[in-house]
């Protein structure tokens, strides 16, 4: 079973995923999603700090087409309305 929370603040959407079950466990990820970028934060335990990587938009629409593609280069055309 995998946990998560989902919270709406006044700027943003706070979500923390919880690592849980057997093995051995990751800290918690939390996802900061605000109108132009998102930011996702993770506790590292060995250097006691928290480490934070932002993506814009742009950067997280090309990610979540990624995850989806064979290894390769790719570029995404601007989606015309």
């Known amino acids: 079973m995998r946990m998560f929370t989902i919270e709406h603040e006044f700027d943003r959407t706070v979500i923390t995923l919880v690592d849980e079950g057997g093995g051995r466990l990751g800290e918690d990820v939390v996802v900061h999603a605000y109108e132009d970028r998102v930011s996702v934060e993770q506790y590292d335990p060995e250097t006691d700090s928290t480490a934070r990587v932002t993506l ?26």
């Open 56 to 81: 814009s938009m742009s950067q997280l629409r090309d990610l979540a087409a990624a995850l989806d593609l064979p290894e390769g280069v790719y570029r995404r055309r601007p989606v015309s309305r």
